[in-house]
């Protein structure tokens, strides 16, 4: 019953924060003086915990999976996917943008000079998962290189048998400290969500945010729909979960990506919620969840369909189908791209927009309002993150029920 409460709590603390911050409008000073270094403790704490913790849940994962090829299948299907419902995400993005059509009768004057972001090279971008050393993948918190090396920590552990046990020991108990930490960390969430929230409302009045209201509506509405569509129809599909049960379990991880605009600093708390509120075994959750806080943003694709629509229609640029093709292509990439941290998924927006020929300082017009769109993108990547390790660890027949998992711990 705790949990729920904590839950509730964190609640509390958002919708205090959007009402104090509507309060706050007309002196935003106050709010990023003196409320914000809340928010800001909370944000370094979870950080702090990253590494620690995906490294030590991860190796104890990776050893207890038992053998390789087993490691490959779950790769293979969490990919797959993340994929999928990625590009589900930037189609649902394009039919908002063609429905609500957001940037129709706009003429927002443009002054910006944009760079493009560049395309990545699919090589390096593949020989970089693997770090040249694998202490400074930590130190620098490169979650994919950190994977990598947690992976071959976890098989070599496998391999070595016996005398590997006592490694493995050392493991297991440093992701039992972890968890613990992160569950100290996570009573102090109500006011880090609270503290986090109210200087973006403060910030981002009324004022600033009529203007592109459409965009606005379109985006919200595009995650809304991505998750009750794709989400609630993934958990009851494939692991027969009540689609409500799945969304309060996933909400702490939920409100604090939504607060916190970073994928990657909401994973301590996305780990902790889907395996204790969710059923997701540590063994499936701390390779599905640090993997989809690095390269599975729904959110982020769906955004920038959305976007690319828009910039076509200020500009009024008609796009033919196999544009919009290409943005469903491109986005999806993008999105892998995209790193889980604030703003991120704007900068990659520039290569949608250059992949279909659209005017790179399209995607200024949007970044007044960045930060606002940035919450409901984040909060979905993270939400499909959780939904993406449901769904795998209920194809592995290893989903605990979480009625069950509440009932073991009143116990
Ligand atoms: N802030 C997003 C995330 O961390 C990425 C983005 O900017 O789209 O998931």
Redesign the pocket.
Known sequence: MKKLQLTTKILIGLIAGIVVGLLLGGSPEIAVEYIKPFGDLFLRLIKMIIVPLVLSSLVVGAASMGDVSKLGRIGGKTIAYYLVTTAIAVVIGLILGNVINPGAGLSIPVDANVQAAETPKIANTLLNIIPDNALSALVSANMLQTIAFALFLGIGITLVGEKGKPFLNFFESMAEVMYKIVAIIMSYAPIGVFALITPVVAQNGPAVLLPLAKVIIAVYLGCALHAIIVYSGAVKIFAKMNPMTFFKGAAPASVV?FTT????GTLPVTIKSARDNLGVPESIGSFVLPLGATIN?D??AL?QGVCALFVAQVYGLELSIAQQLTIILTATLASIG?????????VMLTMVLTAVGLPLEGSALVGGIDRVL?MA??CI??TGDMAGSVVIAASEGELRDPKELEEAKGA
């Not at 605009?261 to 990657?264: D, N, T």
Request: aromatic share 8%; glycine share 18%; charged share 10%.
């Open positions: 990506a605009c970073s994928s990657s943003m959110g982020t955004y995209t790193a889980g941290v604030p703003g991120a998924g704007f940035d993108r984040t990547n993270v």
